[in-house]
C-alpha cells in the first residue's frame, strides 16, 4: 500500500477535473458572452491554476510509485487523464459554437494541447499497472 503517493494522484484527478470543468464553462460562455472578456488571460489563468500544477501532481505521484509499481496509483493516475481527456473533448466540440470575434488561436489550440498532455498521464497511469514490485537488495 503506498503512502503520500496516492494522495498526490488523488490531488491529481482533482486538479484536472477542475481545469476541464473551468475550460468548459469558459467555452460556453464565449459561444453567446455578455461582457467583454479576454479569452487568452483567462486561459492562462486557468492552466495556471489547474493543468500545470495538476501535471506536476500526475507526474510526482508517478515518480513516487515507479519503483514498485501500484495498481491503486496507476488507476488514479489513469483516471485522471482519462478525466482530462474527455474534459478537452468535450472542450473541443463546443469551438464552432464560439463567438467569431473570440476564436482565436489559444482558444482553438488548448484543447488540443491537453488532450496531448492528457495522452501522457494515462502512459503514465497505464505503465504503474505493468511495474512489478522489485526486490530489495540487501549489502550483508
Known sequence: MAGIEKYVAIAALG???????EVNVFYN?????????????????YISIGAAPGAIMAGTAFVMS??????????IVLASGIVLFVGMIIANSVLPRIDTNYQIYTVKIVPQVFMGVAV????????????KKRPIKEFF
Open 66 to 75: 515507479k519503483r514498485y509499481g501500484s495498481k491503486q496509483i496507476g488507476s
Open 29 to 45: 460562455y464565449l459561444t453567446s458572452p455578455n461582457v467583454d472578456t479576454e479569452p487568452e488571460a483567462k486561459l492562462l489563468m
Open 15 to 21: 486538479l484536472f477535473a477542475m481545469f476541464a470543468g
Open 120 to 131: 501522457a498521464v494515462m502512459a503514465a497511469g497505464g505503465f504503474l499497472f505493468r511495474t
